[in-house]
């Protein structure tokens, strides 16, 4: 059984920073592309950023990039989001979630773990 579990989230001043961390398990998890989505309530989920399998090739939004950096841990099955330089439109509930890539778009699939709220605010 596919199972993500996000942790790290919390609430940061304007300016902050966090670095989340998804756990996997139940997969081969150095044979997927995954990315972090995130959601607000009362929209759908928005993607945020991409990596490889192999960690080589790494992805951004352009609300997030430069501010944020993503990583893998294949040894450990975990998944991380650094945040630099949050603002409060980051606010939001944060997955990490299997994802592929097709004619340069990135597409999230499988299961949902918990999320992990990051809420920025003074």
């Known amino acids: 059984e596919v199972r993500l579990v996000e942790s790290g989230g919390a609430l940061v001043q304007p300016g902050g920073s966090l670095r989340l961390s998804c756990a996997a398990s139940g997969f081969t998890f150095g044979n997927y592309n995954m990315s972090w989505v995130r959601q607000v309530p009362g929209k759908g989920p928005e993607w945020v950023s991409a990596i490889k399998s192999d960690g080589e090739s790494t992805y951004y939004a352009a609300a997030v990039k430069g501010r944020f950096t993503i990583t893998r841990d294949n040894a450990k099955n975990t998944l991380y989001l650094q945040m630099d330089d949050l603002k409060p439109e980051d606010t939001a509930v944060y997955y990490c979630?299997?994802?592929?890539?097709?004619?340069?778009?990135?597409?999230?699939?499988?299961?949902w773990g918990p999320g992990t709220q990051v809420t920025v605010s003074s």
């Open positions: 979630r299997l994802s592929l890539m097709s004619s340069g778009t990135w597409y999230d699939f499988g299961a």
